[in-house]
């Protein structure tokens, strides 16, 4: 049995960030508790509230605490409130810098329809057999290239430059192959290489190192193709990998498939601490209403306790009372079939919690990892 002392930074963020954040760490500071781990929590302002009180939205003291931490559990960034100012200055770049400052070049979006959930997706029920995997290149590409706006003759232009180093390809890549050896082995590689640059670099690069997984099949999808592919057969893919730009449209609309964008979580990991964040962003207009989906979240818990701590047994444990109170019919708003027990983003954690608790004493006595 092995006891471990962690530091976790949260960075409740904005809109409904604050709410799923909370509900995330009370199953992390459950699951220390119950299993005899101690995770220290520390809070800190990230986005448009540190904008608020600080004037910019990655304070030092933030990214300071999250290159010495264990692991970064963050809800969200953004909001009205912040769309009239200038793109460098809004909350959104407070995220952006993070990534970029900790180098967290490797986003992993797991996208995987449980079971209580099958219902849920809008798919017809022989396409529903979707468990893959996005990996998104996080820290290059046209997120970070130059960009600007100009006037010449009185006529306003903008740019925004993508850029690909080789090694910026090769060290995503290596990690999407390690991926799709542990799974199924099929490894889908998303571009553009019929127009862009970038993308024939990329091709390249994936195709040299596929030398290295002989037990990896590996096959390249135009990014048009990949999004028709998603919504015709997405029981094809295992494990994708694809620049920035197209991580983030082709994770959304896989999010689709499972029915919400509120379930979905995602670590962000390569040189610093890793950083987990469910992907649905701040939605302003849920917020301060207890009527957020903890889903993504919770499952960002157990994403960090497996993947950043090692701590498989807990993971399931808490992907187990998820599945259980799912399984008992309660669905925030986002996920309610007919017939199913709505309740809040408090009340929908509190059951995951109970659920929780009890799995631990049940199966303790079985010796089950502790
Ligand atoms: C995401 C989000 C971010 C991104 C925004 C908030 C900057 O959409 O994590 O998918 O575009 O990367
Ligand atoms: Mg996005």
Redesign the pocket.
Known sequence: MSRLTKTIALLPGDGIGPEVVAAAASVLGDCAGEFGHRFGLVELPIGGEAIEHGGTPLPAETLNACRAADAILLGA??GPRWDGLPLGQRP?SG??SLRKQLDLYINLRPIHLREPLRAVSPLEPRRRKIDFEIVRELAGGIYFGARGTESENGTERAFDVEAYTVPEVERVGRFAFRRAAARRKRLASVDKANVLATSALWRKTIDRLAADWPEVSLSHLYVDNAAMQLVLAPEQFDVIVTSNMFG?IL?DAAAGLVGSIGLIPSMSCGGGPPLFEP?H?SAPSLAGQDRACPIGAILCASMMLREAFGLDTEARRVEAALDRVLTRGYRTADIAEPGATVVGCSEFTGLVREELQQGVKQLEPYGWGV
């Open positions: 960034v953004g959104e995220l952006l983030d994770s992907i962003g």
